[in-house]
């Protein structure tokens, strides 16, 4: 696709549950980012994949969450035993390589009920 | 610690009242500041980049400038299209993450 794709826009789950965010990156961007954004606040950073992995998670708030690119391409971030204070709109970034601008997706407003 | 602070809050205009937006920062080894846009309900879009001080960029009704403490956001005759929160951010050496400012919601009434 032209841009960076999330899915779902939108997610409502039952506190204590499970959920899984899905971002499709730009074709061709191997850097991929994860960020949270809070009401009134600027996003905030969670993790940076560089290709398949990881190389930074000091983002992320505790050990509920973790993200996957297996491939390198597309990403998921999974929440365990959501709880209340995990409702935001999660945005997913891509760039082209590391130190280039970012493109973000349209995100994913979760809410827990 | 690194830090990005946006002033103002809020900022409503009159349409073609032109305007300016700052953007403060205190990190050490600035790798890259960028501007992006946000609509209601939409993710951050990019603007621009700045990497050096004195360096300008331009995009219709938007001119960002760069010193090295601060930025600052021109919106020149602005139309109630500009109406959006826009963001500020940093990146430092050997770090990959943008740090974000909370951003300026601005409002063009026509």
């Given at each position: 696709?032209?841009?960076?794709?999330?899915?779902?826009?939108?997610k409502?789950?039952?506190?204590?549950?499970?959920?899984?965010l899905r971002?499709?990156?730009i074709?061709?961007?191997?850097?991929?980012?994860w960020?949270?954004?809070s009401?009134?606040?600027?996003?905030?950073?969670?993790?940076?994949f560089?290709?398949?992995?990881?190389?930074?998670?000091?983002?992320l708030?505790?050990?509920?969450f973790f993200?996957?690119?297996p491939?390198?391409?597309?990403?998921?971030?999974?929440?365990?035993?959501?709880?209340r204070?995990?409702?935001?709109v999660?945005?997913?970034?891509?760039?082209?390589?590391?130190?280039?601008e970012?493109?973000?997706?349209?995100g994913?407003?979760?809410?827990?009920v | 610690?690194?830090?990005?602070?946006?002033?103002?809050?809020?900022?409503?205009?009159?349409?073609?009242?032109?305007?300016?937006?700052?953007?403060?920062?205190?990190?050490?080894?600035?790798?890259?500041?960028?501007?992006?846009?946000?609509?209601?309900?939409?993710?951050?879009?990019?603007?621009?980049?700045l990497?050096?001080?004195?360096?300008?960029?331009?995009?219709?009704?938007?001119?960002?400038?760069?010193?090295?403490k601060?930025?600052?956001?021109?919106?020149?005759?602005?139309?109630?299209?500009?109406?959006?929160?826009y963001?500020?951010?940093?990146?430092?050496?050997?770090?990959y993450?943008?740090?974000?400012g909370?951003?300026?919601?601005?409002?063009?009434?026509a």
């Amino acid at each position: 696709g032209a841009g960076v794709s999330q899915t779902p826009s939108n997610k409502v789950t039952e506190k204590g549950k499970y959920v899984e965010l899905r971002c499709d990156p730009i074709s061709g961007h191997t850097a991929l980012y994860w960020y949270r954004q809070s009401l009134g606040q600027g996003p905030e950073f969670l993790i940076y994949f560089q290709g398949t992995g990881a190389a930074d998670d000091s983002g992320l708030p505790n050990d509920r969450f973790f993200a996957v690119r297996p491939e390198g391409s597309v990403s998921t971030l999974k929440i365990q035993r959501t709880e209340r204070g995990d409702s935001a709109v999660y945005l997913c970034a891509s760039s082209l390589e590391v130190y280039t601008e970012a493109f973000f997706g349209q995100g994913t407003r979760l809410t827990v009920v | 610690e690194d830090q990005v602070t946006q002033s103002p809050e809020a900022l409503r205009l009159q349409e073609g009242e032109s305007s300016s937006l700052n953007c403060s920062y205190t990190v050490s080894g600035l790798r890259g500041l960028f501007w992006y846009r946000q609509d209601p309900g939409k993710g951050p879009e990019f603007l621009f980049t700045l990497y050096s001080a004195g360096e300008e960029k331009e995009k219709e009704r938007l001119k960002a400038t760069l010193t090295k403490k601060e930025s600052f956001l021109h919106i020149t005759a602005p139309k109630p299209e500009d109406s959006a929160t826009y963001l500020c951010a940093v990146r430092v050496s050997n770090d990959y993450k943008l740090s974000f400012g909370a951003g300026t919601t601005v409002t063009v009434r026509a």
